[in-house]
Nanobody, 124 residues
Framework: QVRLVESGGDSVQSGGSLRLSCAVS????????MGWFRQAPGKLREGVAV???????NYADSVKGRFTVSQDNAKNTLYLQMSSLRPEDTAMYFC??????????????????WGQGTQVTVSS
């Protein structure tokens, strides 16, 4: 079991930066994947960036080079540093976790644990 609580969402101008945080409690070391998904109105949930227990990171093509996922194990916190933000990055961002190793990292249906979400709005 893990509990995930996101923070850091805000409204920013295009080209700006934000850092999202996810406070993790429970048994995070039992999770294989932890990371971030997002969902824009009228769209499916989309994998943004996920880190596995070996430290390998997967990014969506749309955010490569702009977003960075990291974790501070001492603080039990997961971060998503977002730069060069675009209006198409506007979405609710969710912190996620799962134990399952098999299956695509980007398959939202395989994630057991979700935070409540934090809204990111990017205006042009």
């Amino acid at each position: 079991q893990v509990r995930l609580v996101e923070s850091g969402g805000d409204s920013v101008q295009s080209g700006g930066s934000l850092r999202l945080s996810c406070a993790v409690s429970g048994y995070p070391h039992s999770m294989y994947y932890m990371g971030w998904f997002r969902q824009a109105p009228g769209k499916l949930r989309e994998g943004v960036a996920v880190i596995d227990s070996d430290g390998y990171v997967n990014y969506a093509d749309s955010v490569k080079g702009r977003f960075t996922v990291s974790q501070d194990n001492a603080k039990n916190t997961l971060y998503l540093q977002m730069s060069s933000l675009r209006p198409e990055d506007t979405a609710m961002y969710f912190c996620v976790a799962r134990k399952l190793r098999i299956g695509a990292w980007s398959d939202f249906s395989l994630y057991n644990y979700w935070g409540q979400g934090t809204q990111v709005t990017v205006s042009s």
